[in-house]
């Protein structure tokens, strides 16, 4: 399994950027999928970008499609959401999350409930 930790958070006003950071330690020499996640008081965790470790597609919740991007840095194993356009919407705790997918299993895309590996989270809070 592969521990997880979130940085990058912050306070900015709308329009602003931010890049949030995921550093993954434990087994990072499997094969993963990756999700990036938020969860704003009183509402449900919803998925915001989602790919696969090795690579392929990376699959953005339509809220955010155009203004953030997730990349990885495996020489680091680091995971980073870079968002831009910041709007009060997106204020938010940010989790990064995996889970294995070892033996052919299929990445869980935005179904928070099928990743298994969760970092601590980092809060960004964009204001108007």
């Known amino acids: 399994q592969v521990q997880l930790v979130e940085s990058g958070g912050g306070s900015v006003q709308a329009g602003g950027s931010l890049r949030l950071s995921c550093a993954a330690s434990?087994?990072?020499?499997?094969?993963?999928?990756m999700g990036w996640f938020r969860q704003a008081p009183g509402k449900e965790r919803e998925g915001v970008a989602v790919?696969?470790?090795?690579?392929?597609?990376?699959f953005y919740a339509d809220s955010v499609k155009g203004r953030f991007t997730a990349s990885q840095d495996n020489a680091k194993n680091t995971l980073y959401l870079e968002m831009n356009g910041l709007k009060p919407d997106d204020s938010a705790m940010y989790y990064c999350a995996a889970v294995s997918s070892a033996g052919g299993r299929s990445c869980p895309g935005f179904d928070s409930r099928g990743y298994n590996s969760w970092g601590q989270g980092t809060q960004v809070t964009v204001s108007s």
């Open positions: 434990g087994d990072t020499s499997s094969s993963y999928c």
């Open positions: 790919f696969y470790i090795r690579g392929g597609t990376t």
